[in-house]
Protein backbone atom coordinates (compact mmCIF):
# COMPACT_ATOMS: atom_id res chain seq x y z
CA UNK A 1 0.00 0.00 0.00
CA UNK A 2 1.18 3.04 -0.82
CA UNK A 3 1.49 5.98 1.71
CA UNK A 4 -0.41 9.03 1.33
CA UNK A 5 1.84 12.23 0.88
CA UNK A 6 0.11 15.43 1.86
CA UNK A 7 0.72 18.76 0.19
CA UNK A 8 1.07 21.31 2.70
CA UNK A 9 0.20 24.95 2.62
CA UNK A 10 3.20 26.45 4.30
CA UNK A 11 0.93 28.93 6.53
CA UNK A 12 0.94 28.69 10.18
CA UNK A 13 1.24 25.85 12.27
CA UNK A 14 2.40 22.56 11.02
CA UNK A 15 -0.49 20.52 13.17
CA UNK A 16 -3.19 23.42 11.50
CA UNK A 17 -1.44 22.64 7.70
CA UNK A 18 -1.36 18.67 8.19
CA UNK A 19 -5.14 18.74 9.09
CA UNK A 20 -6.19 21.91 6.52
CA UNK A 21 -4.45 19.17 3.68
CA UNK A 22 -6.47 16.52 5.21
CA UNK A 23 -9.84 18.30 4.66
CA UNK A 24 -8.79 19.06 1.38
CA UNK A 25 -7.62 15.79 0.07
CA UNK A 26 -10.94 14.18 1.31
CA UNK A 27 -12.89 17.30 -0.82
CA UNK A 28 -10.96 16.49 -3.64
CA UNK A 29 -11.52 13.03 -3.67
CA UNK A 30 -7.78 12.01 -3.31
CA UNK A 31 -8.25 10.65 0.25
CA UNK A 32 -11.71 8.20 -0.15
CA UNK A 33 -14.39 7.48 2.34
CA UNK A 34 -13.16 4.62 4.47
CA UNK A 35 -9.34 4.94 3.57
CA UNK A 36 -6.96 4.61 6.64
CA UNK A 37 -4.43 7.03 7.56
CA UNK A 38 -1.10 6.19 7.59
CA UNK A 39 -0.09 5.27 11.40
CA UNK A 40 1.22 8.80 13.27
CA UNK A 41 4.74 7.35 13.03
CA UNK A 42 4.77 6.75 9.69
CA UNK A 43 3.55 9.91 8.72
CA UNK A 44 5.31 11.93 11.47
CA UNK A 45 8.81 10.45 9.95
CA UNK A 46 7.82 11.03 6.10
CA UNK A 47 7.28 14.62 7.10
CA UNK A 48 10.38 15.06 9.68
CA UNK A 49 7.74 16.54 12.31
CA UNK A 50 6.99 14.82 15.83
CA UNK A 51 4.46 12.30 16.71
CA UNK A 52 2.50 14.99 18.75
CA UNK A 53 2.21 16.99 15.48
CA UNK A 54 0.59 14.32 14.00
CA UNK A 55 -1.65 13.41 16.79
CA UNK A 56 -2.73 17.06 17.27
CA UNK A 57 -3.43 17.05 13.29
CA UNK A 58 -5.44 14.06 13.80
CA UNK A 59 -7.79 15.00 16.55
CA UNK A 60 -8.18 18.29 14.80
CA UNK A 61 -9.38 16.64 11.38
CA UNK A 62 -11.55 14.43 13.69
CA UNK A 63 -12.94 17.64 15.76
CA UNK A 64 -14.38 18.62 12.28
CA UNK A 65 -15.98 15.53 11.38
CA UNK A 66 -13.19 14.35 8.56
CA UNK A 67 -11.69 11.33 10.57
CA UNK A 68 -12.90 8.74 12.76
CA UNK A 69 -10.88 6.81 14.77
CA UNK A 70 -11.01 2.81 15.59
CA UNK A 71 -9.12 1.99 18.83
CA UNK A 72 -6.52 -0.24 18.41
CA UNK A 73 -7.38 -0.33 14.76
CA UNK A 74 -6.45 3.13 13.14
CA UNK A 75 -7.68 6.28 11.75
CA UNK A 76 -9.76 6.51 8.82
CA UNK A 77 -11.79 9.18 6.60
CA UNK A 78 -15.03 9.18 8.06
CA UNK A 79 -17.63 7.28 5.09
CA UNK A 80 -19.71 9.98 3.54
CA UNK A 81 -22.03 9.87 6.15
CA UNK A 82 -25.93 11.41 5.89
CA UNK A 83 -26.95 13.47 8.40
CA UNK A 84 -28.29 11.82 11.55
CA UNK A 85 -31.66 11.43 11.47
CA UNK A 86 -33.29 12.37 14.86
CA UNK A 87 -36.88 10.99 16.06
CA UNK A 88 -37.85 14.26 17.55
CA UNK A 89 -39.97 13.66 20.66
CA UNK A 90 -42.44 16.72 22.12
CA UNK A 91 -41.73 16.25 25.58
CA UNK A 92 -44.49 16.35 28.36
CA UNK A 93 -44.52 19.18 30.96
CA UNK A 94 -42.86 17.45 33.61
CA UNK A 95 -42.87 19.77 37.42
CA UNK A 96 -39.65 18.10 38.30
CA UNK A 97 -37.72 19.79 34.67
CA UNK A 98 -37.83 23.18 33.03
CA UNK A 99 -36.74 22.80 29.02
CA UNK A 100 -35.43 24.96 27.29
CA UNK A 101 -34.09 22.88 24.31
CA UNK A 102 -36.90 23.69 21.62
CA UNK A 103 -38.40 26.40 20.03
CA UNK A 104 -41.78 25.79 20.68
CA UNK A 105 -44.22 28.75 20.91
CA UNK A 106 -45.65 30.56 24.02
CA UNK A 107 -48.53 28.60 25.32
CA UNK A 108 -52.19 31.03 24.91
CA UNK A 109 -54.98 29.87 25.69
CA UNK A 110 -56.76 29.78 21.91
CA UNK A 111 -60.45 28.51 22.89
CA UNK A 112 -62.43 31.35 22.56
CA UNK A 113 -60.26 32.60 18.82
CA UNK A 114 -61.31 29.02 17.73
CA UNK A 115 -64.72 29.37 18.55
CA UNK A 116 -65.31 32.60 16.74
CA UNK A 117 -63.09 31.08 13.83
CA UNK A 118 -65.71 27.84 13.26
CA UNK A 119 -68.73 29.76 14.43
CA UNK A 120 -67.60 32.59 11.15
CA UNK A 121 -67.21 29.49 9.10
CA UNK A 122 -70.83 27.63 9.62
CA UNK A 123 -72.48 30.97 9.33
CA UNK A 124 -71.99 30.91 5.66
CA UNK A 125 -74.26 28.57 4.79
CA UNK A 126 -72.49 26.09 1.86
CA UNK A 127 -68.73 26.96 2.82
CA UNK A 128 -67.99 23.99 4.93
CA UNK A 129 -69.28 21.56 2.03
CA UNK A 130 -67.12 22.83 -0.35
CA UNK A 131 -63.92 23.43 2.17
CA UNK A 132 -64.63 19.40 2.44
CA UNK A 133 -63.78 18.88 -0.81
CA UNK A 134 -60.54 18.19 -2.97
CA UNK A 135 -59.58 21.65 -3.53
CA UNK A 136 -57.33 23.70 -6.03
CA UNK A 137 -53.27 22.79 -5.98
CA UNK A 138 -52.58 26.15 -3.95
CA UNK A 139 -55.47 26.91 -1.85
CA UNK A 140 -58.34 28.95 -3.18
CA UNK A 141 -57.98 32.56 -4.57
CA UNK A 142 -60.09 34.41 -1.81
CA UNK A 143 -57.36 32.73 0.60
CA UNK A 144 -54.50 33.43 -1.00
CA UNK A 145 -55.33 37.15 -1.39
CA UNK A 146 -55.83 37.04 2.61
CA UNK A 147 -52.83 35.83 3.39
CA UNK A 148 -51.15 38.24 0.80
CA UNK A 149 -52.82 41.14 2.32
CA UNK A 150 -51.82 40.19 5.54
CA UNK A 151 -47.87 40.13 4.54
CA UNK A 152 -48.06 42.96 2.49
CA UNK A 153 -48.11 44.61 6.68
CA UNK A 154 -44.93 42.28 7.26
CA UNK A 155 -42.99 43.86 4.29
CA UNK A 156 -43.87 41.54 1.75
CA UNK A 157 -45.39 43.02 -1.60
CA UNK A 158 -46.26 39.66 -3.53
CA UNK A 159 -49.05 38.32 -6.26
CA UNK A 160 -51.60 35.63 -5.01
CA UNK A 161 -50.43 33.41 -7.48
CA UNK A 162 -47.02 33.20 -6.18
CA UNK A 163 -47.99 31.88 -2.81
CA UNK A 164 -48.33 28.07 -2.06
CA UNK A 165 -49.73 27.02 1.25
CA UNK A 166 -47.92 24.01 3.25
CA UNK A 167 -47.86 21.79 5.89
CA UNK A 168 -45.79 24.29 8.23
CA UNK A 169 -42.21 25.49 7.19
CA UNK A 170 -41.20 21.67 7.75
CA UNK A 171 -43.09 20.49 5.25
CA UNK A 172 -42.68 23.28 3.13
CA UNK A 173 -38.74 22.83 2.97
CA UNK A 174 -39.78 19.54 2.31
CA UNK A 175 -41.84 20.51 -1.05
CA UNK A 176 -39.30 22.91 -1.71
CA UNK A 177 -36.29 20.52 -2.30
CA UNK A 178 -38.35 18.47 -4.20
CA UNK A 179 -39.63 21.63 -6.40
CA UNK A 180 -35.80 22.22 -6.51
CA UNK A 181 -34.99 18.80 -7.93
CA UNK A 182 -32.76 18.51 -4.95
CA UNK A 183 -33.37 14.64 -3.63
CA UNK A 184 -30.22 12.68 -3.93
CA UNK A 185 -27.84 15.79 -4.15
CA UNK A 186 -25.84 17.88 -2.26
CA UNK A 187 -27.59 21.30 -1.08
CA UNK A 188 -25.22 24.33 0.83
CA UNK A 189 -26.45 25.30 3.82
CA UNK A 190 -24.77 27.20 7.39
CA UNK A 191 -22.58 25.36 9.05
CA UNK A 192 -25.03 25.51 11.93
CA UNK A 193 -28.29 24.80 10.80
CA UNK A 194 -31.69 24.12 11.88
CA UNK A 195 -31.52 20.32 12.95
CA UNK A 196 -35.04 19.43 11.41
CA UNK A 197 -33.19 20.22 7.77
CA UNK A 198 -30.70 17.50 8.87
CA UNK A 199 -33.73 15.19 9.61
CA UNK A 200 -35.32 15.64 6.50
CA UNK A 201 -31.93 15.39 4.26
CA UNK A 202 -31.18 12.14 6.06
CA UNK A 203 -34.70 10.34 4.54
CA UNK A 204 -34.16 12.03 1.20
CA UNK A 205 -30.87 11.16 0.67
CA UNK A 206 -29.59 14.68 0.55
CA UNK A 207 -25.78 15.46 1.86
CA UNK A 208 -24.94 18.82 3.58
CA UNK A 209 -22.04 21.07 2.58
CA UNK A 210 -22.15 23.53 5.90
CA UNK A 211 -20.55 26.66 5.01
CA UNK A 212 -19.10 29.29 7.71
CA UNK A 213 -20.89 31.74 9.34
CA UNK A 214 -20.21 34.42 11.55
CA UNK A 215 -22.09 37.07 13.61
CA UNK A 216 -23.88 37.80 10.66
CA UNK A 217 -24.91 34.33 9.46
CA UNK A 218 -23.41 33.15 5.89
CA UNK A 219 -20.16 34.47 4.91
CA UNK A 220 -19.93 35.39 1.04
CA UNK A 221 -16.47 33.94 0.43
CA UNK A 222 -17.56 30.63 1.74
CA UNK A 223 -20.27 30.44 -0.60
CA UNK A 224 -18.20 31.61 -3.56
CA UNK A 225 -15.92 29.65 -2.77
CA UNK A 226 -18.10 25.92 -2.53
CA UNK A 227 -19.33 27.70 -5.65
CA UNK A 228 -16.29 27.62 -7.42
CA UNK A 229 -15.45 24.08 -6.21
CA UNK A 230 -18.18 22.23 -6.87
CA UNK A 231 -21.95 21.59 -8.88
CA UNK A 232 -24.33 22.90 -6.38
CA UNK A 233 -27.59 24.42 -7.20
CA UNK A 234 -29.84 24.74 -3.88
CA UNK A 235 -28.81 27.11 -0.58
CA UNK A 236 -30.69 26.95 2.55
CA UNK A 237 -30.26 29.73 5.26
CA UNK A 238 -32.04 30.30 8.40
CA UNK A 239 -33.00 33.44 10.00
CA UNK A 240 -31.20 32.20 11.74
CA UNK A 241 -31.33 28.94 14.04
CA UNK A 242 -29.71 28.24 16.18
CA UNK A 243 -27.19 31.25 16.35
CA UNK A 244 -29.81 34.11 16.14
CA UNK A 245 -27.21 36.05 13.33
CA UNK A 246 -29.60 38.02 10.98
CA UNK A 247 -28.25 38.62 7.67
CA UNK A 248 -27.80 42.78 7.21
CA UNK A 249 -28.92 44.36 3.77
CA UNK A 250 -25.24 44.72 2.34
CA UNK A 251 -24.75 40.73 2.96
CA UNK A 252 -28.17 39.61 1.76
CA UNK A 253 -27.05 41.74 -1.59
CA UNK A 254 -23.58 39.67 -1.38
CA UNK A 255 -25.26 36.39 -1.17
CA UNK A 256 -28.33 37.11 -3.81
CA UNK A 257 -25.04 38.28 -5.90
CA UNK A 258 -23.38 35.04 -5.41
CA UNK A 259 -26.28 32.87 -5.73
CA UNK A 260 -27.66 34.57 -9.44
CA UNK A 261 -23.93 34.36 -10.52
CA UNK A 262 -23.67 30.54 -9.86
CA UNK A 263 -27.52 30.22 -10.73
CA UNK A 264 -28.40 28.38 -7.08
CA UNK A 265 -31.78 28.68 -5.94
CA UNK A 266 -32.58 29.79 -2.68
CA UNK A 267 -35.25 28.22 0.37
CA UNK A 268 -35.26 30.69 2.69
CA UNK A 269 -36.13 29.92 5.76
CA UNK A 270 -38.09 32.56 7.46
CA UNK A 271 -40.25 30.76 9.89
CA UNK A 272 -39.03 33.07 12.80
CA UNK A 273 -39.23 36.08 10.35
CA UNK A 274 -42.45 37.47 11.60
CA UNK A 275 -41.51 37.81 15.55
CA UNK A 276 -38.93 40.51 15.32
CA UNK A 277 -39.93 43.87 15.18
CA UNK A 278 -37.41 44.99 12.92
CA UNK A 279 -35.66 42.86 10.88
CA UNK A 280 -33.92 43.11 7.05
CA UNK A 281 -35.86 42.45 4.39
CA UNK A 282 -36.23 39.09 3.13
CA UNK A 283 -34.49 37.61 0.30
CA UNK A 284 -37.70 36.98 -1.40
CA UNK A 285 -38.47 40.78 -1.70
CA UNK A 286 -34.70 41.39 -2.78
CA UNK A 287 -34.88 39.17 -6.01
CA UNK A 288 -38.15 37.07 -5.81
CA UNK A 289 -36.46 35.34 -8.86
CA UNK A 290 -34.60 33.40 -6.88
CA UNK A 291 -35.68 32.62 -3.99
CA UNK A 292 -38.27 29.99 -2.45
CA UNK A 293 -39.24 31.86 0.88
CA UNK A 294 -40.94 29.39 3.87
CA UNK A 295 -43.48 31.19 6.08
CA UNK A 296 -45.28 29.69 8.62
CA UNK A 297 -48.16 30.82 11.10
CA UNK A 298 -46.72 27.76 13.77
CA UNK A 299 -44.65 30.37 15.60
CA UNK A 300 -46.61 33.45 15.99
CA UNK A 301 -50.37 32.18 16.12
CA UNK A 302 -50.74 28.17 16.13
CA UNK A 303 -48.00 25.21 15.55
CA UNK A 304 -51.09 22.78 15.86
CA UNK A 305 -53.26 24.35 12.66
CA UNK A 306 -50.14 23.49 10.80
CA UNK A 307 -50.64 26.06 8.18
CA UNK A 308 -47.54 26.93 6.10
CA UNK A 309 -47.13 29.64 2.99
CA UNK A 310 -44.49 29.28 0.26
CA UNK A 311 -43.68 32.28 -1.92
CA UNK A 312 -42.47 30.57 -5.37
CA UNK A 313 -40.84 32.08 -8.06
CA UNK A 314 -42.52 31.54 -11.47
CA UNK A 315 -40.00 28.74 -13.12
CA UNK A 316 -40.34 26.80 -10.19
CA UNK A 317 -44.48 27.03 -9.54
CA UNK A 318 -45.11 24.27 -11.92
CA UNK A 319 -42.46 21.45 -10.22
CA UNK A 320 -44.18 23.19 -6.52
CA UNK A 321 -47.55 22.04 -7.98
CA UNK A 322 -46.02 18.76 -8.85
CA UNK A 323 -44.25 18.18 -5.43
CA UNK A 324 -47.71 19.07 -3.79
CA UNK A 325 -49.99 16.81 -5.54
CA UNK A 326 -47.27 14.34 -5.67
CA UNK A 327 -46.98 14.04 -1.49
CA UNK A 328 -50.81 14.96 -0.28
CA UNK A 329 -52.92 16.77 -3.57
CA UNK A 330 -53.69 19.94 -1.79
CA UNK A 331 -53.11 21.58 1.95
CA UNK A 332 -55.75 21.02 4.21
CA UNK A 333 -58.50 23.39 2.77
CA UNK A 334 -60.49 23.59 6.16
CA UNK A 335 -57.52 24.76 8.40
CA UNK A 336 -56.50 27.21 5.67
CA UNK A 337 -59.63 28.80 6.14
CA UNK A 338 -59.31 28.62 9.91
CA UNK A 339 -56.20 30.55 9.18
CA UNK A 340 -57.20 33.24 7.14
CA UNK A 341 -60.23 33.42 9.50
CA UNK A 342 -57.38 34.55 12.12
CA UNK A 343 -55.49 36.90 9.55
CA UNK A 344 -58.54 38.65 8.15
CA UNK A 345 -60.48 39.15 12.06
CA UNK A 346 -56.91 40.58 13.42
CA UNK A 347 -56.96 37.73 15.91
CA UNK A 348 -53.34 36.36 14.39
CA UNK A 349 -51.98 39.70 15.07
CA UNK A 350 -53.03 39.90 18.59
CA UNK A 351 -51.50 36.13 19.20
CA UNK A 352 -48.37 37.72 17.12
CA UNK A 353 -48.36 40.71 19.20
CA UNK A 354 -48.58 38.82 22.51
CA UNK A 355 -45.69 36.21 21.77
CA UNK A 356 -43.63 39.22 20.95
CA UNK A 357 -44.26 40.67 24.44
CA UNK A 358 -43.74 37.65 25.98
CA UNK A 359 -40.53 36.98 24.18
CA UNK A 360 -39.39 40.59 25.21
CA UNK A 361 -39.87 40.15 28.48
CA UNK A 362 -37.96 36.94 28.23
CA UNK A 363 -35.13 38.54 26.54
CA UNK A 364 -34.95 40.82 29.36
CA UNK A 365 -34.71 38.39 31.79
CA UNK A 366 -32.05 36.86 29.82
CA UNK A 367 -29.75 39.71 29.21
CA UNK A 368 -29.99 40.38 33.04
CA UNK A 369 -28.96 36.91 34.19
CA UNK A 370 -26.45 36.57 31.47
CA UNK A 371 -24.69 39.78 31.17
CA UNK A 372 -20.91 38.84 31.97
CA UNK A 373 -21.30 35.62 29.94
CA UNK A 374 -21.20 35.64 26.00
CA UNK A 375 -24.56 35.35 25.22
CA UNK A 376 -26.88 36.67 21.71
CA UNK A 377 -29.59 36.88 21.83
CA UNK A 378 -32.08 39.08 18.76
CA UNK A 379 -35.22 40.79 19.82
CA UNK A 380 -38.43 38.68 18.89
CA UNK A 381 -35.99 35.46 18.91
CA UNK A 382 -37.30 32.16 20.29
CA UNK A 383 -34.03 31.22 21.78
CA UNK A 384 -30.74 32.45 22.53
CA UNK A 385 -27.42 31.07 21.48
CA UNK A 386 -25.00 30.92 24.84
CA UNK A 387 -21.07 30.66 23.77
CA UNK A 388 -19.54 28.52 26.56
CA UNK A 389 -16.63 29.67 29.28
CA UNK A 390 -12.97 28.04 28.51
CA UNK A 391 -14.01 25.00 30.85
CA UNK A 392 -17.03 23.71 29.41
CA UNK A 393 -17.81 21.91 26.12
CA UNK A 394 -21.42 21.82 25.21
CA UNK A 395 -21.98 17.87 25.65
CA UNK A 396 -20.79 18.29 29.67
CA UNK A 397 -22.80 20.87 30.25
CA UNK A 398 -25.39 19.88 28.45
CA UNK A 399 -25.28 16.95 30.92
CA UNK A 400 -24.82 18.94 34.07
CA UNK A 401 -27.67 20.91 32.99
CA UNK A 402 -29.88 18.07 32.54
CA UNK A 403 -28.64 16.31 35.82
CA UNK A 404 -30.02 19.92 37.53
CA UNK A 405 -33.38 19.31 35.45
CA UNK A 406 -32.50 21.75 32.61
CA UNK A 407 -33.00 20.60 29.36
CA UNK A 408 -30.88 22.34 26.43
CA UNK A 409 -29.74 21.77 22.83
CA UNK A 410 -25.60 21.16 22.58
CA UNK A 411 -23.85 22.86 19.60
CA UNK A 412 -23.08 19.92 18.55
CA UNK A 413 -26.79 19.11 16.93
CA UNK A 414 -26.76 21.99 14.79
CA UNK A 415 -23.57 21.71 13.02
CA UNK A 416 -24.05 20.43 9.48
CA UNK A 417 -21.86 18.06 7.10
CA UNK A 418 -18.15 18.21 8.28
CA UNK A 419 -19.16 21.76 10.24
CA UNK A 420 -16.92 21.66 13.57
CA UNK A 421 -19.24 21.31 17.00
CA UNK A 422 -19.32 24.49 18.75
CA UNK A 423 -18.71 24.66 21.95
CA UNK A 424 -22.23 26.64 22.97
CA UNK A 425 -25.80 25.21 23.50
CA UNK A 426 -29.03 26.77 22.63
CA UNK A 427 -31.68 28.07 25.04
CA UNK A 428 -35.36 28.33 23.68
CA UNK A 429 -37.40 31.34 26.04
CA UNK A 430 -40.25 30.11 24.11
CA UNK A 431 -40.55 26.79 25.78
CA UNK A 432 -41.06 27.22 29.77
CA UNK A 433 -44.46 27.56 30.48
CA UNK A 434 -44.09 31.14 32.71
CA UNK A 435 -41.37 33.90 32.66
CA UNK A 436 -41.02 32.26 36.79
CA UNK A 437 -39.90 28.77 35.49
CA UNK A 438 -37.19 30.58 32.97
CA UNK A 439 -35.70 32.88 35.88
CA UNK A 440 -35.45 30.04 37.89
CA UNK A 441 -33.82 28.05 35.60
CA UNK A 442 -31.27 30.99 34.50
CA UNK A 443 -30.21 31.34 38.11
CA UNK A 444 -29.35 27.79 37.67
CA UNK A 445 -27.53 27.78 34.56
CA UNK A 446 -25.75 30.69 35.83
CA UNK A 447 -24.43 28.77 39.08
CA UNK A 448 -23.22 25.86 36.57
CA UNK A 449 -21.65 28.22 34.48
CA UNK A 450 -19.58 29.68 36.78
CA UNK A 451 -18.30 26.17 38.01
CA UNK A 452 -16.00 23.52 36.84
CA UNK A 453 -17.15 20.40 35.24
CA UNK A 454 -17.47 17.53 37.15
CA UNK A 455 -15.05 15.06 36.22
CA UNK A 456 -16.95 12.10 36.39
CA UNK A 457 -18.47 14.25 32.52
CA UNK A 458 -15.58 13.55 30.63
CA UNK A 459 -15.34 9.80 29.21
C1 LIG B 1 -35.67 27.22 11.24
C2 LIG B 1 -36.93 26.42 11.36
N1 LIG B 1 -37.53 25.98 10.26
C3 LIG B 1 -38.69 25.28 10.31
C4 LIG B 1 -39.26 24.96 11.51
C5 LIG B 1 -40.53 24.17 11.52
O1 LIG B 1 -41.61 25.04 11.47
P1 LIG B 1 -43.14 24.53 11.31
O2 LIG B 1 -43.66 24.25 12.66
O3 LIG B 1 -43.83 25.66 10.61
O4 LIG B 1 -43.10 23.30 10.44
C6 LIG B 1 -38.66 25.38 12.71
C7 LIG B 1 -39.22 25.01 14.00
O5 LIG B 1 -38.66 25.17 15.05
C8 LIG B 1 -37.47 26.13 12.63
O6 LIG B 1 -36.84 26.57 13.73
Redesign the pocket.
Known amino acids: MTIWHPTLSGNGPIYRQLAEAIANAIETGELQPGQRLPTHRALADQLSVTVGTVTRAYNEAEHQGWLTARIGAGTYVKEHGLEPGIDWQIRQPNPDRIELWQ ?1 LPILQDKHDAFRTAIDALLATPGRINTLMEYSSVNGEQSQREIVCQWLTRYGFDIQQDQLFFSF ?6 LLSLMACGAVGETILCEGLT ?1 P ?1 LMTLCHSLRIQLKGLAIDEEGLLPEALEKACQSGNYRTLYP ?2 H ?1 PTTAIMSLARRQQILAICEKYKIIIIE ?1 D ?2 GTLPEHRPPALVTLSPQLVIH ?1 G ?1 F ?2 NSS ?1 GLRV ?1 YMIVPKQLQQAMSIAVRGSSWMITPVMIELTCQWLSTGQADKMLLNQRKILKERGELLRHHFREFNIRYSDGGMHAWLVLPEQWRAQSFVQQADAAGIGLAGGDLFAAGHYPSPHAVRLSISHPVCNTSLDEALVKLKQILKSDPSPHLFI
Open positions: NGSQNGLYGTINDVHLSAKAG
